[in-house]
C-alpha cells in the first residue's frame, strides 16, 4: 500500500516536473552570475606559475583572481555570523596564506595555489574556557606556529601538538592596558609586551619550547591615549612632537630614555611600516611623512603632500631589500612610488591617469606587482572609497589603462527595483495611432489614412534597415551593440534592474547581459530599515517607460548619516541621471508609503511619508494633488501600518494632514515585531477560485489589506536562558491580521524556532521555520478561502469591513531537508502563470517549488476526488529533483534575497538574487507555453514543407503521364 | 511483568532520566550557555574513482547550514573546529557529486556519534561511524541533454510508423494482386462503388489543388495532348477510350 502510494507520488511528480530543467545547450542563456567578496580589507599581487595574480579578501572571503580579467580562480567564504577575518598572513615563498578569525578563535592556513585548505587550528584552550584574545602573531617561516596572547596567558598553538606551548601570565599592577607580541624571527624568539598605564613590561619566550628567557619591567609614565607599541618601538605622540623609545633598549645593560622628536605639525596617529619605518599622519591635513626611527632622532625619508595609503609590493623575481608602494595624490592625478625600505632609497614613481576621486571617493587600499623585465610597477589593484576596484595596467613607457573593475558594494544588496526599457520607435507610433483613433473626432477616412501611412512608413523603414544590413553585410548577424541598448526587445524580457547597496550606492543593470549601465553614489545617505516601513521600500518607479511622452522617473528615500532627516532623490532610472535632490529635507519620518492609486496630471505616482506626529506630507504636495488624494480617500479608506516595538497600530487618513488611530494591538512585553508581511501591491490573480471535484467551487479569500505579523520573543541576555522554564516566553507569534479593521483572522504560535522566513501571496503564506527541536527545516502552507455564500461577496472589490464571516483557514506543513536563506515567490503580467516558491538554501542553490507542492488540500490518503482534480497525495518531505535547481551548478555565497519581476512574457519571470553574489535568470513556472521552444526547429519545417509541395508537383505529373499511358492501352 | 514497589519506581526513575538525556542531547545549543566550544567534527569524504584533489577545491562542509564551516585538504579529509556541544547536521556542498547529510551529536562532555539523517523521525538512532567518512551517492546532474536527431528514432517514432506503414500497404499490396484479371476487377469495382457512394459528392481536394495548379500553366500545347493536366478529364478518357482499345 505504501508502496504504491509511494510510486503514485512519483509519477505524479515525475510527469509535472521532468520538464523543468535547462538543458546543456542553454547553460548562462537567460542567467548571468557576478561572484563578490564584500568591501575588500587586504589585497596583495602573488606570483602563481610566472604570473602574477591578485589575492584579496574581505572580513568573509579570501580568493584568488586572475589579474588580468578579473576572473576568480578560487574563493572561500567563511561563516556569515562571527566568520570575520581578523589578521591575514602571507608566508614565505607566497606558497601558503592563513586567516585568523578572532571572534571564531580560528586559525587556517590555505594553498595558495589551489585554495584547499592546508590546515585548521582551533585558538580555544584546552581547558575549554573561552579568553578574549589581546593579539595574535605567526612566525613567518612556519606557517603552523600561532603565538596568541590574552590577559592570563602566552600561548604558541601548533599543529605540531608538541611544540605548542602555554605560559601563564599575571597581571602586575591593576593598571592593566593590554598587550602585544612581537616574533624576532632571526633570534628565534617572541616578546610579550604588556602596557600598563605606569609602565611596560617585556617578557621574552624561547619560539621553540616556550622557555622564558627575561623579564624586564620599566615604570614611566604611560598614557594609553597616546601611547603604543609599534613595530620595535614605543611610540607617544605628544601634539607636535614624536617620544620614542626602542623596545630592544630595555632589556640592554645600559638603559635608555625616550627621544622627543618635534615635527612641526599636529601628530594625529603613527603607523609602523617596515622596520624602523613609519608612517606619520598629521592632523587637518592630507600629509604624511614617512620617516626612520632610530635609537637618538628621526630622519625624514619621503613626505607625502597627498597620501593615500601603502602597501607591500611584489616582486616576482628575488630581488635585495623589502619594496613598497606609496600611493599619494598629486594635482588630482593618482601616483604610485616605489621605496626600497630596507636600502630606504627612492625607486620610482609612476603617475596613473585614473580619475577616482570625484565619482569613487578617496581611493582606500592599493596593491602594486612589478614586471618581470622592467622592475617597474605593471599593475596597480586599488580600492576606492565606494567600494569599487580597479585594476590598472602600466606598460613599460608609463602609459596605463584599467584593465578591469568590479563594483563590490552589489554585495550588499538591500533593494531592487525594475523599470521597462524605452518603448522602440515603431511601438511609438503604435501607440500614437491608438491615441489617435480614441481621440473624439476622428472619421473613418481619416483612421484609414493614418494606418495605411503608417503601414508604408514601417515598411519604408523595414527595407532600408535591411538594405543598410546587407551594405555593410550584417544580414542576419545579431549586433553585438543590441542587447545594450535601451530600447525594449519585442517580448519586453530584458528591462533595467535598479540596485540599491547598504552602502548608498545605486546601480543600473541591464537584465540581458548583466551589464553595468550607471551608477551613483550617495555617500551621505543611510537605509535603515524603519523608514522603508515594515513592509515598503526606499526604490519607488514613480513614471515607468509606458508613456512615451514623458521621460521615466524613480525616486529613491533614505536618511541623511548625520542629522537623520529624510533625504530624497529623484532620478531617471534609464540613464541615471539624478533630476532632483534633497540630501537633508529637514524633517524626520517614521515611514515612506508608496500611493500608486493617486496619479498626477502628468503620469507620476504619489508616494507618502509618515511623521512622527502620526500627520502625513504627500509627494508631489502640489494642491491639485493633495486635493485629488482628499478626494479619493474621502470614500475609500487610507490606513497606515505602524509598528514599534510596544504595538502595532493601524492610522487612518481621509485627507492629508492628522490621522486618527483606528485599532492597535499590543505586543506584550516579552515580544517585539520579526517582520511584517504584505502581498506586493497591484498583485494580479488570475482565477478568483479553485473547482472542486463535486463541481463546487472555493472561491479564494482576496484581502489586499491582510497582513502576515511575525513576532519574536525579545532577545535576552545569556544569563537568563531557556532554562528557566517558562516557555510562552520563548515562543513565536504568526498571525494574519486585517490592517484596515484591525481583525486576526488566523493566529498560531511555535516553539524553539528560529531563521523565519515568509512570503505572502494572492490567498496564501507559506514561512519556513528551523525547528530546533526536531532538527529540521519545515515549511508551512496558510491558504485562506471565502467561507461565505457566494452571492454575498462582491468580486471586484473587497471592503474589510463589509466581509462579516471569517474565512476558511486551511494549513499544513512539511519538511525541506535543506537550510532555507531566504523565501520569494514568481510574479507574472497577469497573474495567468503558476505560482512558484523560490527558495535560496544555505549551500547556495535556488530550488523552485511548484505551488500545487504546497498545497494544504494535499489529502494524507490518494482519494479518487483528490486524483480527479489533479491533487497530489501528502508526503511530509518534499525533495525535489536536482535538475530543477534554477542556478544549476553555479552556486550563490550567503544568499539573503531574491526579487521576481514579471516579464513581458505571461510564461517568463524575471528573478533577481542576491547575497555576497548577485544572479539574475529567467524562469518559466509553467513552461515558455506562449513561444516556440527554443528546440523547435524552422528548417524542419521548412523542409517539410517544401518537400510536400515538390512532391505534389511531381506527383501531378507522373499521375497525368501514368493516366495517358493507361488510356493508350 | 510483576514488578516490586522499589523495582517500579527505580524503573521509572531511569527512564525519566533517559528521557531528559536525550531530550538534552537534542537540543544542547540553546539550552545552557555553551561550556567548552572547542570540539571538533572530523571526517573525509570521497569519491570512489577520483581523486579527492580534483574536487575539493569547489566543496566545502557546512555544519547546521552556515553556521560552522569547515574546508577540505587536498586528500579529501576536512575538521570543523569550535563547535559547541549539541547536535548537529553535517552536509557536504560539492557541485559536482551528491552526498548524503550525516546527524552528528556531540555531548557536554565531548563524547562524539554520527547517525544516519532521518528527518522525518529524528529520535531514531541509526548510528553511524564516526569520525565521518562520506562516500558521495554520484556525480551531481544539473542539465538534461539535447534530444539529438537520429535517423533510427525518426523511423521509429510512432508518428511516422503511422503514415509509412499505411503507405507500404497501399503501394506494395496492389502490386501483389493480378489487378489485371477482369473478374478481379469487377469485384473490386463493386466494392469501391459500395464505400464510395457517399463520398463521391465531397468535394476532392486533390482535384480541387490539381485543377488549381494546372489553370496555371495554361499551355496550349498541353491541353493539345489530351487535357491530360485535369484528373476527371484523363478518367473520362480512359473510359471513352476502352471500347476502342478492346
Known sequence: MQRDFLLQLLAVLLSCLSAAALFEDQVGKFDWLIQHLGPIKWSRFLNVNGKSQLIFASEVALALANSQDGSIIWRKVFEEQDGDISKIFLFDGNSNIATLHEKRQLYRVFDCLTGNMRQELSLVPETGALETITDTAVSRKQPGNVMVVSKTSMRAISFDETSSWTYPLSVDSDDFVSRKIRVNEAEKTVDVVSLYNSGVSVMSFELAGGDKLEDIRRNFEFSQDSCNVEGDFIVCLADDSLKFLKLDGLSGKKSTNFV????????????????????????????????????????????????????????????????????????????????????????????????????????????????????????????????????????????????????????????????????????????????????????????????????????????????????????????????????????????????????????????????????????????????????????????????????????????????????????????????????????????????????????????????????????????????????????????????????????????????????????????????????????????????????????????????????????????????????????????LIDSVSGETVFATTMRRVSDIHVVHSENWVVFSVWNDKSRRTELTVIELYESGKDSERNSTHFSSFANSSAPLVLRQSYIYPAFVKSLATTYSEKGLTNKQVILGTASGALVPIPKHLLDPRRSLTSKAAAREEGMIPYHPVISLPLEMNINYNQSIALIRGSVAFPGGLESTVLLFNYGLDIFFTQVFPSEMFDVLSADFEFWIIGAVCSALFIGSLITKKLSSYYALKKAWK | MKMSLPEYTIWLFISALATIVTAYASTGVQSSTPVNSGYTIDGRALMPGIPASDWVSTAKVNVNGDAYQGFFRSDGTFTVSNVPSGSYIVEIVSTKFLFPPVRVDITSKGKKRARKLDLISPNVVDEDFYPLKIKALGPAVYLKKREQFRVQDALMNPMVLMVVLPFILMMVIPKLINTDDPERKQEMQETMSMFNTNQNQLPDMAEMFTNLFGAGSNQPGKKQVGGASSGSASSAKTKARKPVSK
Not at chain 1, 565606494?386 to 589603462?401: A, L, V
Request: glycine share 6%.
Open chain 1, 260 to 735: 622627543s622628536s618635534k615635527l612641526g605639525f599636529k601628530i594625529s596617529s603613527v603607523e609602523s611600516v617596515f622596520g624602523d619605518l613609519f608612517l606619520v599622519h598629521f592632523k587637518e591635513s592630507t600629509a604624511t611623512t614617512l620617516v626612520e626611527l632610530s635609537e637618538t632622532k628621526t630622519e625624514t625619508i619621503k613626505h607625502f603632500e597627498n597620501f593615500v595609503s601603502y602597501n607591500e609590493l611584489s616582486v616576482p623575481y628575488a630581488t635585495n631589500g623589502a619594496l613598497f608602494a606609496f600611493l599619494h595624490s598629486e594635482k588630482d592625478s593618482l601616483t604610485v612610488t616605489a621605496i626600497n625600505c630596507e636600502a630606504k632609497t627612492e625607486m620610482f614613481s609612476n603617475a596613473l591617469k585614473v580619475r577616482i576621486h570625484e565619482k569613487h571617493g578617496n581611493p582606500l587600499l592599493v596593491a602594486a606587482a612589478t614586471g618581470k623585465s622592467s622592475g617597474r610597477p605593471d599593475k596597480v589593484f586599488i580600492t576606492a572609497e565606494d567600494q569599487k576596484t580597479f585594476m590598472i595596467g602600466i606598460s613599460s613607457n608609463g602609459q596605463n589603462s584599467i584593465l578591469w573593475t568590479k563594483d563590490e558594494s552589489l554585495s550588499q544588496v538591500i533593494d531592487v527595483e525594475m523599470c521597462d526599457l524605452n518603448l522602440s520607435e515603431a511601438m511609438i507610433t503604435l501607440e500614437a495611432d491608438f491615441e489617435f483613433a480614441t481621440r473624439a473626432k476622428t472619421t473613418l477616412f481619416e483612421m484609414f489614412y493614418r494606418r495605411f501611412s503608417s503601414h508604408i512608413s514601417q515598411f519604408v523603414g523595414f527595407a532600408m534597415k535591411t538594405y543598410d544590413q546587407i551594405a555593410n553585410q550584417q544580414l542576419f548577424k545579431e549586433c553585438a551593440a543590441d542587447k545594450d541598448e535601451l530600447v525594449r526587445d519585442s517580448f519586453n524580457v530584458n528591462k533595467m534592474l535598479i540596485v540599491l547597496s547598504g552602502n548608498g550606492k545605486l546601480s543600473g543593470i541591464l537584465s540581458a547581459s548583466g551589464k553595468i549601465m550607471w551608477s551613483l553614489w550617495f555617500r551621505d545617505m543611510t537605509f535603515k530599515k524603519s523608514i522603508s516601513g515594515q513592509v515598503g521600500s526606499f526604490l519607488f518607479v514613480q513614471r515607468g517607460t509606458d508613456n512615451y511622452k514623458f521621460e521615466p522617473k524613480a525616486v529613491l528615500v533614505g536618511q541623511n548619516k548625520v542629522s537623520g532627516n529624510v533625504a530624497i532623490i529623484y532620478f531617471n532610472p534609464l540613464s541615471g541621471q539624478v533630476i532632483e535632490s534633497s540630501l537633508d529635507t529637514g524633517y524626520k519620518a517614521l515611514q515612506v508609503i508608496s500611493i500608486p492609486e493617486v496619479v498626477t496630471d502628468d503620469n507620476l505616482k504619489s508616494f507618502a511619508f509618515l511623521m512622527e506626529d502620526r500627520s502625513l506630507k504627500l509627494y508631489p504636495d502640489t494642491p491639485a494633488n493633495v486635493n485629488r488624494f482628499d478626494r479619493i480617500f474621502s470614500k475609500a479608506l487610507f490606513v497606515v501600518l505602524t509598528a514599534s516595538n510596544e504595538r502595532i497600530a493601524g492610522v487612518q487618513f481621509d485627507k492629508v494632514g492628522t490621522g486618527k488611530e483606528l485599532w492597535s494591538h499590543s505586543l506584550g512585553i516579552d515580544h517585539e515585531v520579526y517582520g511584517i508581511y504584505s502581498m506586493r501591491e497591484g498583485e494580479l490573480v488570475d482565477s478568483p477560485g479553485k473547482v472542486q471535484s463535486d463541481q463546487t467551487v472555493l472561491f479564494k479569500y482576496l484581502n489586499p489589506n491582510l497582513v502576515f505579523v511575525v513576532l519574536s520573543p525579545k532577545q535576552k541576555e545569556v544569563g537568563d536562558s531557556a532554562q528557566s522554564g517558562n516557555d510562552a516566553k520563548f515562543q513565536f507569534e504568526f498571525s
